[in-house]
C-alpha cells in the first residue's frame, strides 16, 4: 500500500519537526492479564489493517507512503515503579518527549499492566496506549484504527481522490475560483448571512510557552453527567471547562477575560481526501453567564457559528486550492516558520479537541474496556489543553498541562470535577 501524502497530511508530517503533534490514544482495561500475554494478540490484529502496514518516504515533492512490516518491535511494555494509576500518567506524559519516527514506524503501541486504582475499574488494569503520528490520521481516523487494533472490523471511512501530480492549469482555475468565492464570502458575511470570522483573544496565564514538567489528569464520569436535552456531551465538556478555566483564573487572582475563548476542532463536511479531515476555529465560553445550562446554550450557538462558516463554500474551494500547491512551495512556507515568534492574540485561551470513540464493547485480557482517554498536544502558546473522548456511557475530559502554565494540575482536576458536578446538578434540575 503506497502513493503519495496528501498535501494536508504532508503539513502535519513536516510541521512535527517544529512542534510535536503525535497524538496518545490510551484505552483502560479491567483486566489482570500481563501485558506480554496480549502482545501477539494486538500485533496479529494489527497485522489485518492496511492503514497500519505503512510508513513514510521522503521523496521529491511530497512524501510517500511505503509497505512496512508489522511486529513486536512496536508494541512496548512498561514496568511501573509505583504500579498505580498516578504512576501511569506520569509514565504516559513523558512519552511525549520521544515522538515516533514516521520514516522507520508511524504508531507505536505502550503498555502498562498491574495499573491499581485505575478509575472505574474493579481490581488491576491494563492500559494500553496507541501513540500516533498526526499524519496518519486526525482524531476520528486514529479512533478507528484504534479500535481496530482491538479486534473490530473497519467501519473507516476511505480517503476520496487522493491527490495526484501537480497540474499548473488546475491550480489556476481552482485559485480563480476559491478567490470568487473568497468575495462571495465577505458579501455574505457583510450582510449577515454568515457568522463572521471569529476574533483573537487576548493571552491569559495558561498563553505561555510550556516549560517544566508536563503533566495529564484524567476527569472520568458518566454521559449523563454532561449530556441532557438540548446539550450535547461536546457541548456540556466544553462548558465544564469554561467553568473549571474561569475558577483556576480567580484562584490564581487574575481577572476573568469577558472574551475568554477555547480553540476547538470541527470535523470537515463532504467527503474525506486526506487523513486529516479537520479545521480549528475559535469560540467563546461565555464566562459571564452564571448558570451552566444557558452558558451551554451560548455554546451551542457558537459552535453552529462556527460550523456555519465552515461549510461555507469558499472554506472548501480554498482547500481544494491549497491541495494544488506544489510541495516545495508548502515545504518552504514550514521551513521559515518559527516557533518561538509569539503572537499578540490567540485563537483560543485553550484547546478542547472531542472525539466519540464508539461502543464500550471492546475487550483485551479478558477484560473490558471501562474509558478512553486523549491528549492534544502543548504548543509555544498553549500550555493547557483539553481531550473529551467518550466510549458507551463513559466520557473523559483529560487535562495536559505544563508546570509553566498550572503549577498543581492536580487542583486544576480538582475544578475540573467540580465543574461536571455543576452540569450533572443542573442537568437533573427542571429548567
Given at each position: 500500500?503506497?502513493?503519495?501524502?496528501?498535501?494536508?497530511?504532508?503539513?502535519?508530517?513536516?510541521?512535527s519537526?517544529?512542534?510535536?503533534?503525535?497524538?496518545?490514544?490510551?484505552?483502560?482495561?479491567?483486566?489482570?492479564?500481563?501485558a506480554?500475554?496480549v502482545?501477539?494478540?494486538?500485533?496479529?490484529?494489527?497485522?489485518?489493517?492496511?492503514?497500519?502496514?505503512?510508513?513514510?518516504?521522503?521523496?521529491?515533492?511530497?512524501?510517500?507512503?511505503?509497505?512496512?512490516?508489522?511486529?513486536?518491535?512496536?508494541?512496548i511494555?512498561?514496568?511501573?515503579?509505583?504500579?498505580?494509576?498516578?504512576?501511569?500518567?506520569r509514565?504516559?506524559?513523558?512519552?511525549f518527549?520521544?515522538p515516533?519516527?514516521?520514516?522507520?514506524?508511524?504508531?507505536?503501541?505502550?503498555?502498562?499492566?498491574?495499573?491499581?486504582g485505575?478509575?472505574?475499574?474493579?481490581?488491576?488494569?491494563l492500559?494500553?496506549?496507541?501513540?500516533?503520528?498526526?499524519?496518519?490520521?486526525d482524531?476520528?481516523a486514529?479512533?478507528?484504527?484504534?479500535?481496530?487494533?482491538?479486534?473490530e472490523?473497519?467501519?473507516?471511512?476511505?480517503?476520496?481522490?487522493?491527490?495526484?501530480?501537480?497540474?499548473?492549469?488546475?491550480?489556476?482555475?481552482?485559485?480563480?475560483?476559491?478567490?470568487?468565492?473568497?468575495?462571495?464570502?465577505a458579501a455574505?458575511?457583510?450582510?449577515?448571512?454568515?457568522?463572521?470570522?471569529?476574533?483573537g483573544?487576548?493571552?491569559?496565564?495558561?498563553?505561555?510557552?510550556?516549560a517544566?514538567e508536563?503533566?495529564?489528569?484524567?476527569?472520568?464520569?458518566?454521559r449523563?453527567?454532561?449530556?441532557?436535552?438540548?446539550?450535547?456531551?461536546?457541548?456540556?465538556?466544553?462548558?465544564a471547562?469554561?467553568?473549571?478555566?474561569?475558577?483556576?483564573?480567580?484562584?490564581?487572582?487574575?481577572?476573568?477575560?469577558e472574551?475568554?475563548?477555547?480553540?476547538v476542532?470541527?470535523?470537515k463536511?463532504?467527503?474525506?481526501?486526506?487523513?486529516?479531515?479537520?479545521?480549528?476555529?475559535g469560540?467563546?465560553?461565555?464566562?459571564?453567564?452564571?448558570d451552566p445550562?444557558?452558558?451551554?446554550?451560548y455554546?451551542?450557538?457558537?459552535?453552529r457559528?462556527?460550523r456555519?462558516?465552515?461549510?461555507?463554500?469558499?472554506?472548501?474551494?480554498?482547500a481544494?486550492?491549497?491541495?494544488?500547491?506544489?510541495?516545495?512551495?508548502?515545504?518552504?512556507?514550514?521551513r521559515?516558520f518559527?516557533?518561538?515568534?509569539?503572537?499578540?492574540t490567540?485563537?483560543?485561551?485553550?484547546v478542547?479537541?472531542?472525539v466519540?470513540r464508539?461502543?464500550?464493547d471492546?475487550?483485551l485480557?479478558?477484560?473490558r474496556v471501562?474509558?478512553?482517554?486523549?491528549f492534544p498536544?502543548l504548543?509555544?502558546v498553549?500550555?493547557?489543553?483539553?481531550?473529551?473522548?467518550?466510549?458507551?456511557d463513559m466520557?473523559?475530559?483529560?487535562?495536559?498541562?505544563?508546570?509553566?502554565a498550572?503549577?498543581?494540575?492536580?487542583?486544576?482536576?480538582?475544578l475540573?470535577?467540580?465543574?461536571?458536578?455543576?452540569?450533572?446538578?443542573?442537568?437533573g434540575?427542571?429548567?
Amino acid at each position: 500500500m503506497s502513493g503519495r501524502l496528501h498535501p494536508t497530511d504532508a503539513q502535519a508530517y513536516w510541521m512535527s519537526s517544529k512542534i510535536p503533534n503525535d497524538q496518545f490514544l490510551l484505552y483502560c482495561f479491567d483486566a489482570s492479564t500481563a501485558a506480554v500475554d496480549v502482545v501477539d494478540q494486538l500485533v496479529s490484529n494489527a497485522r489485518r489493517v492496511p492503514e497500519l502496514g505503512i510508513r513514510f518516504s521522503d521523496a521529491f515533492g511530497y512524501p510517500r507512503t511505503v509497505p512496512m512490516t508489522v511486529g513486536p518491535q512496536q508494541v512496548i511494555t512498561h514496568t511501573l515503579p509505583e504500579g498505580t494509576w498516578t504512576g501511569c500518567l506520569r509514565a504516559v506524559a513523558e512519552l511525549f518527549a520521544r515522538p515516533v519516527d514516521p520514516l522507520e514506524t508511524p504508531w507505536l503501541i505502550h503498555l502498562f499492566d498491574s495499573v491499581s486504582g485505575a478509575p472505574r475499574c474493579t481490581g488491576p488494569a491494563l492500559v494500553v496506549v496507541l501513540q500516533i503520528s498526526h499524519a496518519l490520521g486526525d482524531g476520528r481516523a486514529a479512533s478507528s484504527l484504534a479500535r481496530q487494533l482491538f479486534g473490530e472490523r473497519d467501519f473507516s471511512v476511505p480517503l476520496h481522490n487522493p491527490r495526484g501530480r501537480f497540474r499548473p492549469v488546475e491550480f489556476i482555475t481552482q485559485s480563480r475560483r476559491a478567490q470568487a468565492l473568497e468575495r462571495s464570502l465577505a458579501a455574505d458575511t457583510a450582510a449577515r448571512l454568515i457568522p463572521p470570522q471569529s476574533a483573537g483573544r487576548k493571552k491569559i496565564r495558561v498563553n505561555v510557552a510550556p516549560a517544566g514538567e508536563t503533566s495529564i489528569r484524567t476527569v472520568v464520569r458518566d454521559r449523563a453527567e454532561l449530556s441532557g436535552p438540548g446539550v450535547t456531551v461536546t457541548v456540556g465538556a466544553i462548558t465544564a471547562v469554561s467553568i473549571a478555566l474561569s475558577n483556576y483564573l480567580r484562584l490564581c487572582g487574575d481577572p476573568v477575560p469577558e472574551l475568554l475563548g477555547a480553540e476547538v476542532t470541527l470535523g470537515k463536511s463532504g467527503p474525506r481526501r486526506a487523513r486529516n479531515h479537520f479545521r480549528n476555529a475559535g469560540i467563546d465560553l461565555y464566562p459571564g453567564i452564571v448558570d451552566p445550562l444557558e452558558r451551554a446554550k451560548y455554546i451551542s450557538a457558537a459552535l453552529r457559528d462556527r460550523r456555519a462558516r465552515a461549510d461555507h463554500p469558499a472554506m472548501a474551494a480554498e482547500a481544494l486550492a491549497s491541495e494544488m500547491v506544489p510541495a516545495v512551495l508548502l515545504r518552504w512556507g514550514i521551513r521559515q516558520f518559527d516557533p518561538t515568534v509569539i503572537p499578540d492574540t490567540v485563537t483560543g485561551n485553550t484547546v478542547v479537541s472531542s472525539v466519540n470513540r464508539g461502543s464500550a464493547d471492546l475487550t483485551l485480557g479478558g477484560g473490558r474496556v471501562r474509558f478512553t482517554a486523549g491528549f492534544p498536544a502543548l504548543s509555544p502558546v498553549m500550555s493547557l489543553t483539553h481531550g473529551v473522548h467518550g466510549i458507551g456511557d463513559m466520557v473523559t475530559i483529560s487535562v495536559t498541562s505544563s508546570a509553566s502554565a498550572v503549577n498543581d494540575p492536580d487542583v486544576y482536576a480538582g475544578l475540573a470535577h467540580d465543574a461536571v458536578d455543576e452540569m450533572a446538578d443542573r442537568l437533573g434540575r427542571p429548567v
